[in-house]
């Protein structure tokens, strides 16, 4: 999988790895969440694009981006456990990584792009139930900034 950073550029997994410790070495005394959001779009394919969040808490973030498009995934029930199933892929990944380097102290949670109103709300409790029965903490919105701001700008 390839990410861009909007201020580094195109990097592969093992790059973005490398530069989020390496962020959160400037400043280790910090506290940081690590977050993963998915968002997608319909257009005449379908634009899924998964953000990875190094949120130093009370001093911004850094993130990364993946876009990648489908042609038959329009469905919005189908889309919305897509993106669930694309953030807890790239999570459970991030976090063995993160393990495996030593850094358990990193705690990876998952922005969902679903909430209490609109069209989203009947699947709240199985992708909610999904994300948490994986060992990941799970935000809706309006609490799921990773999924609804970051990686939305990046589906238009």
Known sequence: MRFISPTK?????????????A???????????????????????TCFV????????????????SRKVYDDIRNLKQRMF??????????SKLAQD??????????????????KNGETKELIRDIVGMITGSGFDAKIKPYSCGASTVADKYTK
């Open 9 to 21: 550029g195109v990097m592969d997994w093992d790059k973005l790895v490398d530069d989020l410790l």
């Open 23 to 45: 962020h959160v070495a400037e400043e280790p005394e910090l506290s940081y969440k690590v977050i993963i959001g998915t968002d997608s779009q319909v257009r005449e394919e």
């Open 50 to 65: 998964t953000a990875v969040v190094v949120h130093r808490v009370g001093k911004g973030a850094r993130y990364y981006y």
């Open 82 to 91: 897509m993106e669930a199933a694309t953030s807890l892929e790239v999570a």
């Open 98 to 115: 993160l393990a495996k380097r030593g850094h358990t102290e990193l705690n990876v949670e998952i922005h969902l792009d679903i909430g």
